[in-house]
């Protein structure tokens, strides 16, 4: 059985959904840190053109801007 490079988009999904529930818990400072794990795992494995770095980076946005 072989594992998954640390940077495989699963890992950034995986991060994304932990970002949706911190946030969804109130813990914003916790959920900014891993929308931004998964914004920087999706930028440099998926194409710049791909759907999850638009949705991720807004998530990071609207989190950034309730967290200051």
């Known amino acids: 059985q072989k594992s998954l490079p640390s940077d495989h ?3 950034g999904m995986i991060f994304y959904n932990l970002g949706l529930l911190y946030e969804g818990k109130g ?4 959920a900014l ?3 931004q794990k ?3 795992i999706f930028r440099a494995t998926l194409p ?3 759907g999850f ?3 991720v980076d807004r998530d990071v946005q609207r989190v950034s ?3 200051r």
């Open 27 to 30: 813990q914003l400072a916790e």
């Open 48 to 50: 710049a053109n791909h």
């Open 53 to 55: 770095i638009g949705i």
């Open 9 to 11: 988009p699963d890992f």
């Open 38 to 40: 998964a914004s920087g």
């Open 65 to 67: 801007a309730r967290v």
């Open 33 to 35: 840190k891993y929308f």
